[in-house]
């Protein structure tokens, strides 16, 4: 069995501020861990992936997450927030041959 | 271009009536997926398939079918469709390694 916590349905931050968007995860296996962005009237993007290799993965768009095993957590960071950034983000968890389980969300709100 | 196609894009229709939402991807993938996306409740998956004539029950499979007779094809099937199965669809797939789904554009259900 699997799943997956978002921590806050919304974020907010100012331009040019950290993003820091939190996710926990329960796995009765060792997990592959997901992020995932999606942008209005748009289908998920995969933004980057934890497959048990390096703990601290980068993605696309300068965003990057660390694996960490002791808190269960998977949590996603962009050290300067640009307006584009604006969107739903999506943490997912599986087993290395499961269907991922996705989490509830967290819409990123970017001020000027 | 690798991609996952879904349409209609958009589709409002009245209670009762059967309707396809058509999904196909080139990249030759084995796993395909659909999910259907609800406000504050995240991502939920309908139906899986892990191949050819292979396919299983996701967590909300009441009033969907679907059929995988073909490798690139993953249709899914609304026999009866009731108001509660208004919804945002997404059609995903992605290869035996678990590296992630790549995600169609969805398709926009509304059932009056």
């Known amino acids: 069995a699997q799943s997956v916590t978002q921590l806050g349905s919304h974020v907010s931050v100012s331009e040019g501020a950290l993003v820091l968007l939190r996710c926990n995860y329960s796995?009765?296996?060792?997990?592959?861990l997901f992020w995932y962005v999606q942008y209005p009237n748009q289908g998920l993007q995969l933004l980057l992936k934890?497959?048990?290799?390096?703990?601290l993965v980068k993605g696309i768009n300068g965003f990057e997450a660390e694996f960490k095993k002791s808190e269960t957590s998977f949590h996603l960071t962009k050290p300067s927030a640009h307006m584009s950034d604006a969107a739903e983000y999506f943490c997912?968890?599986?087993?290395?041959?499961?269907?991922?389980?996705f989490g509830r969300g967290t819409s990123l709100i970017v001020h000027p | 271009e690798a991609q996952v196609t879904q349409n209609p894009r958009y589709l409002i229709t009245v209670t009762g009536k059967k309707l396809t939402v058509t999904c196909s991807q080139n990249?030759?993938?084995?796993?395909m997926s659909w999910y259907r996306q609800d406000p504050g409740l995240g991502l939920r998956q309908i139906y899986y398939?892990?191949?050819?004539?292979?396919?299983d029950k996701g967590d909300v499979p009441e009033g969907y079918k679907v059929s995988r007779k073909e490798k690139r094809n993953f249709p899914l099937i609304l026999e009866s469709p009731s108001p509660n199965q208004t919804s945002l669809y997404f059609c995903a797939s992605r290869t035996g390694g678990n590296y992630g789904y790549t995600f169609g554009s969805g398709t926009r259900l509304t059932v009056v």
């Open positions: 934890y497959t048990s290799a390096a703990t």
């Open positions: 796995s009765s296996v060792p997990p592959y």
């Open positions: 398939s892990m191949n050819v004539e292979v396919t």
């Open positions: 997912a968890v599986s087993g290395s041959g499961d269907i991922p389980t």
């Open positions: 990249m030759n993938h084995e796993y």
